[in-house]
């Protein structure tokens, strides 16, 4: 359901709406960190928190008050919360409008983050390339403080607490927590195994969590509002997926972008709505629902839940573009919703090429620990070179599935996930153009991702 | 040649370890500053820092060698990137590379033989809502039409001042739909106007935990 809203958004097209001043004029600005500080506990914190539904706006989902209950005080070692803002999942365009253009909500939610999980220290990691986003935190960071918000007596508490931006060096492994937290460290960005979680031993050892930067972002929001309230903006508040969030839309759309928007959003109102709907009308072929990690879709999909008891049977028989993007809605799709921006191919989009244009992706930004991701995402890529230039045979096409498969489930991080389940999903939904590139039919010197030259 | 950051860079390495619980968390910060000053991460940079930060040389050269940002070797004055990846590809990103490539005579990864540029393909740089972009040293230029990439391109070759030209936030920025300005002038891929059929949701005045919006947001269209 197409329901607009401006909680996050309300202070972006406003001159220096990235000031504090705007923020609290605008949009009431720490009213909600004053209130959780001044008269809540961080148990009652995160209690309230978990009402409220938020999962985890990077990707996987996970529900952000139940993460939050997860820590439990070291005897000896502070606790941290890191935000992570290494934004660089391809098609992932949303977090970096927060921290240019609205960074003291990021602020005030860490604020709020820190109380409830015990922690003093929040270290929001953003990837480098990003200036003007660090430019705008350190900012929004150096306001807060002349404010009396951040520092030893937050809003009168004695309650200390800090916030530091961090950067990255342009790796986009170092978005996966356990390797965002030891190039916190100061170390190669190598995943580290799972167990211990992060809340046992995260950064420095110390008990963390780790929240996408956009989670963050809508804490206050769903405190000003109270937790219950905001869960029910959304549509799909009974699946336990609550709240507004960001929707972007890229590729071939007329109004590539970001809204803010109820959860429960369908793509097809993504794309016609918001997206102003394809370019030179064309056709959709096909759409990546939330960053390129997850498995594509195809226009003319269509949803098989015969099942009752199934999440999706309301939608049984209908296109999965009339789907609610959700977190659950999507997983039993047999995709992921991912980070909730699509990018959006037109027919005449060569898949085989899209293809081989993400796997020079994976095969570059491996980070190289784990043999079968190291050298899967090679292979990966070699048989898509190979098939754009004609060499590629049937066997080797279907060696594809076995390279993906050994990838999946055999790596220490979800990285490899990440890398054969989009390499499956182009593979099981465009099987025909790949094999059309086996027989010769199609050739890579004619194959297009745009649908026209550059203006 | 022995390598020293300049005291203004090293007051604020001197800063930056007050931060972290531990001196090597400020190695990836230190290789930027060390980096700012040197250009590229030499031999001598690493052992600089590693003796700074009381660090292995080899722990060092090992992060310096994980990061794409750190160059290992000397780079033109400018570096210009060019995200490749899908989302950019799908509005032209290869037409963008190829044109950088004509004109400056030069492959991906290669630097002109005058010193100025060094060209490089970057994985996605977040930026997928105004593709497509190249980044100049710091600084983003999006929704690149071919106009905008020669006059960033001639301005790089000749020395000139190169301003961003899609305008970052500021005033009535999200005043028109993305689509009417090709230059892109919401900076992020714009959050653009509510229909004026849309009233932005007023914040209720004075909201008791649990209770809704006092005027929730309408449904626009349907």
């Known amino acids: ?455 | 040649m022995a390598f020293a950051l300049t005291p203004e860079r090293d007051r604020e390495l001197t800063e930056i370890l007050t931060r972290y619980p531990t001196k090597m968390a400020a190695c990836i910060p230190a290789l930027h500053l060390c980096q700012d000053q040197n250009g590229w991460i030499s031999d001598e940079v690493v052992d600089w820092l590693a003796h700074r930060l009381d660090l292995p040389p080899a722990h060092v050269k090992g992060v310096v060698t994980f990061y794409t940002l750190f160059n290992q070797r000397p780079v033109g004055k400018h570096q210009l990137w060019v995200c490749r990846t899908l989302p950019c590809a799908l509005r032209g990103a290869g037409d963008v590379l190829a044109h950088c490539e004509k004109r400056l005579g030069i492959k991906a990864g290669e630097t002109t033989s005058d010193g100025k540029v060094t060209l490089r393909t970057a994985e996605c740089l977040a930026s997928c809502g105004t593709a497509p972009m190249v980044q100049v040293d710091r600084d983003y230029h999006e929704n690149l039409t071919l106009e905008r990439l020669d006059q960033i391109l001639t301005a790089l070759q000749e020395g000139l001042p190169l301003t961003v030209q899609t305008p970052r936030p500021t005033a009535g920025s999200a005043a028109a739909p993305v689509s009417a300005r090709p230059q892109g002038s919401t900076a992020t891929g714009g959050v653009p106007p509510r229909p004026a059929s849309n009233p932005p949701p007023k914040l209720p005045s004075d909201p008791p935990a649990g209770r809704a919006p006092s005027s929730p947001p309408k449904d626009p269209k349907r």
């Open chain 1, 1 to 455: 359901m197409l329901k607009q809203t401006n909680y996050l958004t309300k202070v972006y097209g406003l001159p220096e709406g990235f000031r504090l001043a705007a923020y609290e004029r605008e949009a009431r600005g720490y009213e909600a960190a004053r209130r959780v500080l001044t008269t809540m506990s961080p148990a009652d914190v995160v209690t309230e928190a978990k009402k409220a539904n938020i999962r985890g706006r990077g990707g996987a989902g996970f529900p952000m008050g139940v993460k939050w209950s997860f820590m439990k005080p070291h005897p000896t070692k502070p606790s941290y919360l890191v935000i992570n803002a290494d934004e660089g999942e391809p098609g992932t365009h949303k977090d970096r409008t927060l921290m240019e253009l609205n960074p003291h909500s990021v602020i005030e939610g860490c604020i709020i983050g820190c109380y409830a999980i015990g922690a003093h220290v929040a270290y929001i990691y953003v990837r480098d390339e990003l200036h003007l986003s660090k430019a705008r935190l350190w900012d929004a960071i150096k306001e807060a403080k002349q404010k009396g918000y951040l520092g030893k007596n937050p809003f009168g508490k004695d309650w200390a607490v800090d916030v530091v931006v961090h950067t990255g060096a342009g790796a986009y492994i170092c978005g996966e927590e356990t390797s965002l937290l030891n190039s916190l460290e100061g170390r190669r960005g190598e995943p580290r195994l799972k167990p211990p979680f992060p809340a046992q031993a995260g950064a420095f050892g110390a008990p963390t969590t780790v929240n996408n930067l956009e989670t963050i972002a809508a804490v206050p929001t769903a405190f000003l509002l109270g937790c219950e309230a905001f869960s029910k903006l959304s549509s799909i508040h009974n699946l336990n997926d609550g709240g507004v969030r960001l929707f972007g839309v890229n590729g071939h759309v007329k109004r590539p972008g970001v809204w803010e928007c109820a959860v429960g959003l369908t793509l097809r109102e993504l794309i016609y709505d918001l997206g102003g709907g394809l370019l030179d009308d064309k056709a959709l072929l096909a759409v990546i629902p939330g960053g390129s990690s997850t498995p594509v879709l195809r226009a003319d999909d269509i949803v098989d839940a015969p099942d009752e008891k199934s999440v999706l049977h309301p939608w049984h028989g209908k296109s999965v573009l009339d789907v609610p993007l959700g977190v659950d809605t999507f997983r039993n799709l047999g995709t992921m919703l991912g980070t909730c921006c699509a990018t959006v191919m037109a027919e005449g989009t060569d898949p085989v090429l899209a293809f081989q244009n993400l796997m020079q992706f994976y095969r570059h930004e491996s980070c190289g620990q784990c043999t079968p991701c190291r050298e899967g995402s090679g292979w990966l890529l070699r048989i898509g070179d190979k098939l754009l230039n004609g060499t590629c045979s049937l066997e080797e096409l279907n060696d594809l599935h076995d390279i993906a498969n050994n990838i999946m489930g055999n790596t220490i991080c979800a990285f490899g996930e990440g890398t054969a389940m989009p390499a499956l999903g182009f593979l099981k939904k465009f099987r025909k153009e790949f094999e059309a590139y086996v027989s010769g039919e199609r050739k890579g010197k004619d194959a297009r991702l745009t649908l026209g030259p550059l203006a």
